[in-house]
């Protein structure tokens, strides 16, 4: 989940102006260095930040783990507490990460958007960060136990600290931030097509699968994969959209700062130039 191929490739596309020019002709979308490189370059920021934060979290001693009661969990989620799979794991494992680089592949069979490619793989790496600062941020900040805990299986990783990590999903997350741009960009580009309902209820159902691997693995309970699901989707829809040439003066800017009592905080700001 932390690492996407050749990071800097759509930047390196954006600082080429001759073929950002190329690209914006007949693309949907308008994408500007001056705007897109600092955002990028602080969802990554934000994203490390997180990351740092997980680490610096602690897993749970033997005793504490002996204390665990699956009746202190929302009746909403029981249901999966003590769940574990080792193959619903894999079986996840292999939805999530060929999904990362299948959905905006399969955007170069299109011959509109082929031609404005690296401008798409610049949107894809916004996106794509915004989701990670999201999870990250999130699961930097929120402890909660996994399902597998409230069970007896697990052995070693029941001390790790990424035990307490459920909220929210990242693999549901990601995966519906790749399967919904990839249907965005396509609607984007291609408005009205007759492929486009199954186009989008491919993306609405490879993260649903997702999501449903991880609950069965143990890993995070329904209100996790959720979160996560609405996470992905948004962002994998959101993004694309405040890129739109239409957009209305849309924008999309990392913040961070320390609030009235110090704290630091660190987020996404939404702006409507009025």
């Known amino acids: 989940m932390k690492r996407l191929l050749a990071p800097l490739l759509p930047l390196l596309l954006l600082l080429n102006p001759a073929a950002a020019h190329a690209q914006r002709t007949s693309s949907p979308y308008q994408t500007r260095l001056a705007v897109d490189g600092p955002v990028i370059l602080g969802l990554g920021l934000a994203s490390a930040t997180g990351l740092y934060l997980v680490q610096q979290k602690d897993g749970l001693t033997d005793a504490q783990l002996a204390a665990l009661n699956k009746n202190d969990v929302p009746k909403f989620d029981r249901f999966s507490a003590g769940y574990y799979s080792t193959s619903a794991q894999t079986a996840g494992d292999l939805i999530v990460y060929p999904s990362l680089l299948v959905a905006p592949a399969l955007l170069a069979l299109n011959q509109d958007i082929r031609g404005s490619y690296g401008q798409v793989l610049a949107l894809y790496l916004e996106t794509m960060l915004a989701t990670d600062a999201t999870f990250t941020l999130t699961i930097g900040n929120v402890t909660r136990y996994r399902p597998f805990l409230y069970g007896t299986e697990g052995g ?70 959720i979160v996560g699901y609405a996470v992905g989707a948004a962002s994998g829809i959101l993004i694309p959209q405040l890129h739109k040439k239409n957009g209305r003066g849309l924008g999309l800017l990392p913040v961070r700062g320390l609030n009235v009592n110090g704290h630091a905080y660190s987020g996404l700001l939404l702006t409507k130039r009025l």
Not at 201 to 212: F, S
């Open 156 to 225: 070693g990783d029941r001390n790790s600290k990424i035990s307490t990590n459920s909220f929210f999903a990242g693999h549901t997350a990601h995966t519906a931030t790749a399967t919904f741009f990839a249907a965005k960009v396509y609607h984007d580009f291609n408005p009205g097509t007759a492929a486009e309902p199954l186009i989008w209820t491919a993306a609405a159902l490879v993260p649903a699968a997702q999501g449903y691997t991880r609950l069965r693995a143990g890993k995070h309970f329904l209100s996790d994969n």
